[in-house]
């Protein structure tokens, strides 16, 4: 069955006007707008367009690249690639990555694309924010996009929410997946757990135990409210054992008045002993005392010094 023409169902006669340029105002981070233009054009070598070197997306799923081909192989491409010029008949691709792949497996030879006058940076804000605005990025690449635009783009939380047309608490809840253990951030990638079960891991203190959490819900296949509930139920114990260690700490506190005693008993065998004594003394009347030396000759000096003690008036009570 002979193929379709590539450009698709009436997007020949959309394109046929080519070459007509259209000059409007970027979007740009908080810096001072830019004019740029977008060149329409009707079909571009494939062979002559070069990979962007800021495409945030590092993972494609195979099946739906082939499905992808197998449309375009079947009804052409709808919506055309954008590329700016980099030479005289060279191209670099700023969106448009997986029709540009499926193009390349349906064995197509010429693509459909809007050229774009973009910098360096134009190109990386325009690549990231064309990615996110896709359904199939998985959120750590999100996460990872978002953090690009921040880092190398210079927006604000509330510049890029609005950039990517989400609120700064979402925006925010992205970012944290990050600060995730490596595997948790592989099983994120991998749809082995959702954004659910990773925002309620993360609220977890300890790596170990976000681990431990993790392999539960790879293991007994758990549900983000059961998740929830094991967080809950760990950040409650948590409480308990802090509010029962500060009653211990404040019981054992020694009064005011027995604790300026101790301190001028210590303070008093540090003198006579020459170096620094501590004293331990708890509310049963156990307790240790330390001495401290750093040479084998200030230890024996200590030990003289105890001989020299006769006297019992000579210890500090």
Do not use: W
């Amino acid at each position: 069955m002979a193929k379709r023409n590539a450009l698709g169902r009436g997007l020949g006669a959309i394109l046929s006007d080519v070459n007509k340029e259209k000059e409007y105002i970027t979007e740009t981070s908080d810096k001072k707008e830019i004019p740029v233009k977008y060149e329409l054009i009707g079909e571009i070598d494939i062979d002559k367009i070069e990979a962007n070197p800021f495409q945030p997306r590092n993972h494609f799923d195979k099946i739906a690249l082939q499905e992808l081909a197998d449309s375009i192989a079947e009804q052409g491409i709808i919506q055309p690639i954008t590329v700016r010029r980099i030479g005289e008949d060279k191209f670099q691709l700023i969106s448009g990555e997986r029709r540009l792949q499926a193009s390349k497996i349906a064995g197509l030879t010429k693509i459909p694309a809007y050229i774009r006058t973009a910098n360096d940076e134009q190109m990386l804000e325009l690549a990231l924010i064309e990615n996110i605005q896709r359904q199939d990025l998985n959120p750590i690449e999100i996460a990872l996009a978002y953090q690009r635009l921040i880092e190398e783009c210079g927006l604000s939380l509330e510049n890029l929410g609005i950039k990517v047309g989400k609120d700064r608490s979402t925006v925010n809840n992205y970012l944290r997946l990050l600060k995730l253990p490596y595997d948790i951030q592989v099983g994120l990638r991998d749809n082995l757990l959702s954004m659910g079960h990773a925002r309620a891991i993360i609220n977890v203190e300890n790596i170990d135990l976000q681990l431990k959490i993790y392999k539960q819900i790879i293991d007994e296949g758990l549900s983000v409210r059961a998740v929830e509930k094991i967080v809950r139920d760990l950040s409650y114990a948590n409480e308990e054992k802090q509010k029962r260690k500060q009653s211990k700490k404040e019981e054992e506190k020694l009064p005011s008045s027995l604790e300026i005693h101790i301190r001028k008993v210590q303070e008093g065998l540090s003198s006579l002993l020459g170096t620094k004594v501590t004293l331990n003394h708890t509310l049963t009347g156990r307790g240790e005392i330390k001495i401290n030396y750093e040479t084998e000759e200030e230890l024996n000096r200590i030990l003289e010094q105890f001989a020299h003690i006769g006297n019992k008036n000579d210890i500090p009570r």
